[in-house]
C-alpha cells in the first residue's frame, strides 16, 4: 500500500457498497504494521470546496473530509494518481491543515 494509490474499501456495516479511497498516509505509515491508515474518499462530483481536489474528469477528493482506514477492510487497488494530482492534493492539506 502507497501514498496515492485508490482502493475498494468494505466496512462491515456497508458491504453493499464498495467505496473508492485515497490513501493519504505516509508510505512509513503504511508499510507499517499500524492497523489504521488515513485516506479520503474519492466523491463523484465537485464538492464545490476550495479546499477540494479534482483527481480526473469523473471524481474529487475534498481535504476537509480525512478519515481513518482500518487496513483489513481495504481489498483491492484500483488506481493511482499521478504527481501533479498527488501535489495539488498535498497543498490543499496543508491549507486545510494549517501547516
Not at 475498494?8 to 505516509?26: D, F, G
Request: glycine share 6%.
Amino acid at each position: 500500500m502507497r501514498r496515492g494509490e485508490v482502493w475498494t474499501y468494505y466496512p462491515p456495516s456497508e458491504q453493499a457498497r464498495a467505496r473508492r479511497m485515497l490513501l493519504l498516509s505516509s508510505d512509513g505509515v503504511n508499510d507499517s504494521d499500524r492497523p489504521w491508515l488515513l485516506g479520503t474518499e474519492l466523491l463523484d462530483r465537485d464538492p464545490h470546496d476550495i479546499l477540494g481536489v479534482a483527481v480526473d474528469g469523473h471524481y474529487w477528493i475534498s481535504t476537509v473530509n480525512v478519515t481513518r482506514l482500518y487496513r483489513p477492510w481495504l481489498r483491492e487497488c484500483v488506481a493511482e494518481i499521478d504527481g501533479e494530482i498527488q501535489e495539488q492534493i498535498d497543498s490543499a492539506l496543508r491549507a486545510a491543515l494549517d501547516l
